[in-house]
């Protein structure tokens, strides 16, 4: 009748364990899941803003190319020192 106790109660502890590892497993694995598709959409972010900004960068390489020089930049003024004599 012992033995039959002592059985039960390693079983008992046997499947209180294997079910804390299971719980264990199963919040890793959501974890683990989380952040991949956290990581799989601020890639897909950054491939589209990326791709905005390059869009942006060619539109405006255009423009530069399409207008000519029209707007120089105006010449400076030179100062001119004047010296006091008394």
Do not use: C, Y
Request: aromatic share 2%; net charge positive; glycine share 2%.
């Amino acid at each position: 009748m012992s033995d039959s106790k002592s059985q039960a109660k390693r079983d008992a502890a046997l499947r209180t364990a294997n079910g804390v590892f299971a719980a264990w497993e199963k919040r890793t694995q959501l974890v683990k899941d989380e952040t991949a598709a956290h990581n799989a959409a601020t890639d897909a972010k950054t491939a589209r803003l990326k791709a905005l900004r390059l869009e942006k960068e060619r539109q405006e390489a255009e423009a530069a190319a399409a207008a000519p020089a029209e707007t120089a930049p105006a010449a400076k003024k030179t100062k001119i020192k004047r010296i006091l004599v008394s």
